[in-house]
């Protein structure tokens, strides 16, 4: 059972009554991979066309997070590669941390990219 929680004991069943709170049954939680079917990249003659490659998630299911969002969400700067759960399954592509003065102070910028996985939209 790969839920939203994993990694301490009493998890699965932690899991199972949120989703009985929620009026749904283990199978309305299962997560479906959004990863793209691989297609090739041959155009005509059978030569790879690089026009043709296909990224391994659709558009749009990466999530960034901002100082703003990390805030709210508590969250610290997670590493490349790290996997975070939310209501989807998300791995973290890219991160960023910069400072900059502004009006005589010194202000930090963090961001996060996510790229949704897998999700469950009911």
Aim: hydrophobic fraction near 35%; proline fraction near 3%.
């Amino acid at each position: 059972m790969d839920l939203l929680k994993r990694d301490k004991p009493g998890a699965a069943a932690e899991n199972m009554r949120a989703l009985k709170h929620r009026g749904l049954s283990e199978r309305d939680a299962v997560l479906v991979s959004m990863k793209n079917q691989k297609k090739k990249n041959q155009g005509e003659g059978g030569l790879k066309d690089p026009s043709l490659a296909v990224n391994d998630y659709p558009y749009g299911l990466r999530l960034s997070l901002d100082d703003a969002a990390l805030d709210k969400l508590g969250m610290d700067l997670p590493d490349v590669g790290d996997v975070v759960d939310v209501v989807a399954k998300a791995r973290v592509e890219e991160v960023s941390a910069r400072s900059h003065r502004h009006d005589g102070r010194s202000e930090q910028h963090r961001r996060a990219e996510l790229q949704i996985t897998n999700m469950k939209v009911s």
